[in-house]
């Protein structure tokens, strides 16, 4: 049974660049969340998407936008990055509407903005 | 005055000791959630807790929602237990919508 998996673990890019990180959930899954963590800090919830359509939302700008697709698999963009968009981006699965389930999270990609 | 506080940020403690993290909210919560974070990134969910204690093996969680405030107990601490401990409450219509997370401790347990 295949766990949450991202790609890639690690990517750099300059700033004004676009970058698209992938999620896919744990089988049985439906629901996917992306956080943001700086180094040395808790990681910060950028949105939650269910159903292809976002749920939730962190308090994070446009530049961040996110897909869900039928196989509830999920990606992140953010465009027009920043050196402060530096961080490692996690994601997370979960059932939608379980209430003693928790989040299972993937490994992560750590972005690096030059 | 961030939402979820923990304390202390940094611990240090020599292997067999009893360990202690503690976790303070101000939101109203569907959940908190205890998490371990090693070097490289991963998450691992401890626990979910929305009331009263919890226990797995060496590891025991509380909560007490009055207070908002949980705590993490690790019980003859081990060098492998060294790791990031993160508490997090959860909102939204369910249990574990949108985490928000604390800062963190940093454990390191010494043989």
């Known amino acids: 049974d295949a766990g949450v998996t991202q790609s890639p673990t690690h990517l750099i890019k300059t700033r004004g660049q676009q970058v698209t990180l992938r999620c896919s959930p744990k089988?049985?899954?439906?629901?996917v969340s992306w956080y943001q963590q700086a180094l040395g800090q808790g990681p910060q919830f950028i949105f939650q998407?269910?159903?292809?359509?976002?749920?939730q939302r962190g308090n994070f700008p446009d530049r961040f936008s996110g897909h869900q697709f039928p196989n509830y698999s999920s990606e992140l963009n953010v465009n027009a990055l920043l050196l402060g968009d530096s961080a490692l981006y996690l994601c997370?699965?979960?059932?939608?509407?379980?209430?003693?389930?928790?989040?299972?999270f993937g490994p992560g990609t750590r972005l690096t903005v030059l | 005055k961030n939402e979820v506080e923990q304390s202390p940020q940094n611990l240090t403690a020599q292997e067999g000791e009893f360990i202690t993290i503690n976790c303070s909210y101000s939101?109203?919560?569907?959940?908190l959630h205890w998490l371990q974070q090693h070097p490289g990134g991963g998450i691992v969910s401890l626990f979910m807790l929305s009331s009263g204690k919890k226990k797995h093996g060496r590891l025991i969680a509380t909560i007490n929602i009055h207070e908002k405030h949980s705590s993490l107990h690790i019980t003859a601490s081990h060098p492998r237990d060294s790791a990031v401990y993160i508490c997090a409450v959860s909102s939204g219509g369910t249990s574990y919508g949108k985490l928000t997370f604390g800062q963190g401790t940093i454990l390191t347990v010494h043989p």
């Open positions: 998407y269910y159903e292809e359509e976002e749920r």
């Open positions: 939101v109203g919560i569907s959940a």
């Open positions: 089988s049985g899954h439906d629901t």
């Open positions: 997370a699965s979960s059932l939608w509407g379980a209430t003693t389930d928790t989040q299972y």
